[in-house]
């Protein structure tokens, strides 16, 4: 069964930058997208980025288009989320998600547990 695990949550004051990881406990990623997902206080779960694993081709939604960006390590099956810049508005609980590649948005099946952002302003 594929888990998914982030890490590199943490404190940070405004303007400043976090890396998070999320590592895929599965041999091959091949034909999967790795989504990211926030969920704030109060706040409904909303979709932030993708990639895919075959090509590495990314979607970034407006609010963060220009200040995060995502990489993988196809050795390592580990997906990274460099956020820069943040914002008070970006603390939030992180998740990463799988589904498989033509799958819509609401079709991502695994989740990992979460690690939390917050942003000082």
């Known amino acids: 069964q594929v888990q998914l695990v982030e890490s590199g949550g943490g404190l940070v004051q405004a303007g400043g930058s976090l890396r998070l990881s999320c590592a895929a406990s599965?041999?091959?990623?091949?034909?999967?997208?790795v989504g990211w997902f926030r969920q704030a206080p109060g706040k409904e779960r909303e979709f932030v980025a993708a990639?895919?694993?075959?090509?590495?081709?990314?979607h970034y939604e407006d609010s963060v288009k220009g200040r995060f960006t995502l990489s993988r390590n196809t050795a390592q099956n580990t997906v990274y989320f460099h956020l820069n810049n943040l914002k008070s508005e970006d603390t939030a609980v992180y998740y990463c998600?799988?589904?498989?590649?033509?799958?819509?948005?609401?079709?991502?099946?695994?989740w990992g547990p979460g690690t939390q952002v917050t942003v000082s302003s």
């Open positions: 998600a799988l589904k498989v590649r033509g799958a819509t948005r609401s079709e991502y099946r695994v």
């Open positions: 599965v041999r091959t990623l091949t034909n999967y997208v």
């Open positions: 990639i895919t694993w075959g090509e590495g081709l990314t």
